[in-house]
Structures are given as C-alpha cells and as structure tokens.
C-alpha cells in the first residue's frame, strides 16, 4: 500500500486519539501504516505519548483533600438549612385557574392563585417570604386531586395538615385556624370572627389578616363576609372566585346592587351559643346583628355542620322557598 | 420509590466534582464555590432528575454550566488573569506546595490547559483527569459526541504547539 494512502494531516486526529488512548484498532491500524513510512509523524506519535504521560501525572497528582472535606462539610450544613427552608410546590391547572400547592414537612405551606401556569418559582407569596421552593408535585398530588373534587361539588371537606408559617402574627395564625373550622356552606362576618377568637375591637384587623390568607379555599376566608352582607373582598380582586366558591357550596349569592352580597333574608341561620337553626325571621332574629349569626346556604348545610331544626320556627316544615 | 437518598449522591461524588472543579478553575476558592453551588442546585433539581439518569454525568453537567457562567461574568477581570498567568502559578496560593511538586512539563502543560478556550478545557479534563466517556461530555457541554472528541483533539495540539522537545520528557518504548 502507499504511504501517502492518509496524508500527515488527515492522521492528525487518530494519532492524538492513539498516542492518548482515545483510539480503537481502526486509529492504531491506520497510524501504524503512516508512520511506518513518514518519520515526522512518529515523531509526532512519540511527541504525544510523552504528553499524554505527563498529564497521566496531573491525573494521579492529589488534591488536597483537607479542603474538599472542609467544603463538603460546609455542604451539608447549607443542605441541612435548605431543607428546613424549603418547600415542594407544584403550579396545577384547576377550574379557577392556575393554582399552587405548596407543602414543607409539616404540612400544606401556600395555595396561590396565579396569573399563568408557569413553573413554581412564579409564586409571588413565596418568594416574598423569601421561601425556598423545590419543584416536585409528588407530595401534593393528592391534595390537588381532593381540591378538584372540592371543586367539582364531590368533597365538601379538605383535611390537610397545615403549617401556618406564612402568616404574619400569632393573630393571623389565629385568625386562620378560626377561619378553617368554619362549616362548609355557611357565612359569618369579620367581627363574628374576631370575637369568636375574643378580639371582639378587631374586626378590620381580621379582615386584613385573612386579605393575607396564605391557604385560600382550604383556609375557607371566603365565607367571611362585611357586617352588610358585602363579599367585600377576595385573593386581590378575585371577588369573582369568592362568589363561585359560595355558589358551589350552595350559599346564594345576591346582585341586588352593584357588588354580590349575602341576603340573610334568605338564609337559614344559627345564633351563636345555640345548637339549633331557625328561619331567618324566627323571634326577634331580624333585629340582631349579622355579627350574631352563621348563615347557612340550606337546611342540608346546617345540618351537617350538627345543627338541629328550631322547635318554635320549624324550618324544617317551612323551608325558604327559593 | 428507588432512588437514593441525596445524601448518598454526595457522598459519592462530592470529592470528584471539587476536583473537577479544581482542575478547570485553577483555583481553590472558586471551585469551592462552585461546588457547593453545583450540589444546593443539584439537591433543588434532583426530584425532577429521571430515575434512569446518569447522575454523575449530570453533576458534571451542572458543575461545567456554572463554571462556564462565571467565566461570562468574569470576562472583564480577564487582563488581571492574563497577568496572573504570566507571573506563574505562585499567586493561588499553594505556589510553593505545587512548585514542589510538579516538574517543569507539568507546569508547562498546566499553564496551557488554564489557557484552553473552556469548553476545550472542560473537555479536556473530563476526559483526561476524570475518564469520562465521550458521550457524557457531550452532554455535559451541550454537544455532539465528535465535537467532544474535536475538543480534547485540539486541546492536546495546543499543549503539543506550546512545548518543544526539550521540555519534554523521553517517550516510552511501547511494545
């Protein structure tokens, strides 16, 4: 065969990869036929396998481990307060829109409304509470499958553990945990909150507390409502979802005037401190303050939250006609 | 589910990616920067990582992203490494320790590696410090498997165009 089969510089590449040990039989073959007959290019080959053997030494040449144990155990720590930081979330398309679901270890962290389905870290409550956020949906996948049924009317009850770190104050916490207990289907105003919670003066301190609802709809503030019956507000300016939510629950919502609001005319209603529910005209009802009363949607609701028909005015007999 | 713990991830293959990382930066306190970010990175990613992935090829992958982002925000301190550079290799700190250490090709061929374009130099000492195959440089660089190779091929033309024979060592009689 001729020698000039491969010119010295189409070798180039397979005498690097020979002289390197990147070669297979094929390079060594092709190699071995050129510098059989072209002395440069061995020399070339022994050029290379010279370097190579030098780097073979930076190879073997320690680094010094102390430092790598110093940075590890650095590492671990910093892991150590990621994790307790951090929480998975996952972005979920829901009937209301994109909606995020959030859990630490302890419990559901966040529920966010969000403008688009983007990935977690658009989530402005977490990032403003400077939270870690790990993208993972594994670990809130069944509580976005009970919030689908919730929504769909199938479930009426989300019992998810909650960690209440987003909120601001021990009142806010408070005012949360207050807030969750409230029955499915039924209305009560911010000062029936805040004396439920004995802070009879705060009522618009309530208010803001739940305006900063980290758990909107597990953490029901939609059904709290202004002393007039007003929806007031809900998540920003998503009043509209605070009226579907009640809707859905089977609490009608009015449009009377401008904005949605409650008719307690219409709604069958437990005074506090008793276990029964009467017709919203029952007695002297009608002259008492909202802030008096749970305002229940239907007698079903009512009921189920363990309330009994009232003796004297017997909803129960004669329901609201709708 | 089976995949392990990330603690056994970095258990596994913290000390390579710092010596990686000590390798391609050239210096001690960048790479353990860099490694400490390419391990919180990692354990942020790691849920979302495929069960069937290479996870050291995908360490090495993050490791090169990072240190390839800090040369973009370094370009400007580029004339005071140059100059670094030129002085030898005294100024990181553990001059006298390697000076020891390493003979003369050594430096020689370290000074060029530190000089590599750093995708050439990431290859390089992928392939060549860590054995890496070809494929997961590829992947860890973003590129094609002979563009991996055509990196480690010209990395090593440049170390063979900046030595002459006499700083060399004699070639080894192979069989």
């Known amino acids: 065969m001729s020698p000039t089969s491969t010119s010295c510089r189409e070798i180039q590449p397979d005498l690097v990869a020979t002289a390197t040990g990147d070669g297979g039989p094929r390079e060594h073959a092709r190699v071995d036929r050129h510098v059989a007959a072209c002395a440069p290019c061995r020399r070339e080959l022994d050029r290379y396998r010279s370097i190579d053997r030098v780097v073979g030494e930076i190879r073997r040449a320690p680094i010094r481990a102390d430092r790598a144990d110093v940075v590890r155990g650095d590492l671990e720590w910093r892991l150590a307060e990621l994790r307790r930081r951090a929480v998975t979330a996952r972005v979920w398309s829901s009937p209301l829109g994109p909606i995020l679901i959030a859990r630490s270890e302890q419990g559901v962290v966040a529920v966010e409304y969000l403008d688009s389905a983007r990935g977690a870290d658009a989530s402005r409550l977490l990032r403003r509470h400077g939270i870690e956020i790990l993208e993972d949906g594994t670990e809130t996948e069944t509580f976005y499958q009970q919030l689908l049924e919730y929504l769909a009317g199938e479930r009426t009850r989300l019992a998810w553990p909650l960690d209440f770190r987003l909120a601001g104050s021990d009142f806010s916490r408070e005012v949360l945990a207050a807030t969750a207990a409230l029955p499915y289907g039924a209305v009560v105003s911010y000062a029936h909150l805040a004396r439920e919670i004995g802070r009879p003066t705060a009522t618009r301190a309530v208010a803001q507390a739940l305006r900063h609802n980290p758990l909107p709809i597990v953490v029901p503030c939609h059904r709290v409502i202004g002393s007039s019956g007003a929806l007031t507000g809900y998540a920003g300016d998503k009043l509209a979802l605070k009226e579907r939510l009640l809707t859905l629950e089977g609490v009608p919502v009015a449009h009377a005037g401008r904005a949605g609001h409650i008719d307690r005319r219409v709604m069958y209603t437990r005074a506090d401190h008793y276990t029964e529910y009467c017709l919203p005209t029952c007695g002297a009802l009608p002259t008492l303050p909202l802030w008096r009363f749970t305002l229940f949607g239907s007698r079903a609701r009512a009921e189920a939250a363990g309330f009994t028909p009232c003796a004297d005015c017997r909803p129960d007999l004669n329901p609201i006609s709708a | ?175």
């Open chain 2, 1 to 175: 589910m089976g995949r392990e713990p990330f603690e056994a991830v970095m258990a596994a293959h913290h000390a390579e990616i710092y010596r990686y990382l000590r390798r391609i930066t050239f210096r001690s306190a960048e790479a353990e920067d860099l490694s400490q970010e390419t391990f919180l990175r990692a354990f942020r990613a790691y849920r979302a990582l495929p069960p069937d992935a290479n996870v050291r090829a995908w360490l090495f992958t993050i490791a090169t992203n990072l240190f390839r982002n800090t040369l973009r925000a370094a370009k400007r301190r580029q004339a005071a490494h140059e100059q670094v550079k030129r002085k030898g290799r005294e100024d990181d700190g553990e001059g006298p320790e390697r000076a020891a250490l390493f003979n003369e090709a050594r430096i020689a061929v370290e000074a060029v590696i530190e000089a590599l374009p750093p995708r050439q130099r990431a290859a390089f000492v992928m392939r060549k410090v860590h054995e890496l195959p070809y494929e997961e440089i590829g992947e860890s660089l973003g590129c094609s498997v002979e563009t991996a190779r055509a990196h480690v091929f010209q990395a090593f033309r440049k170390i063979r165009g900046s030595l002459d024979d006499a700083q060399l060592p004699p070639p080894e009689k192979t069989a």
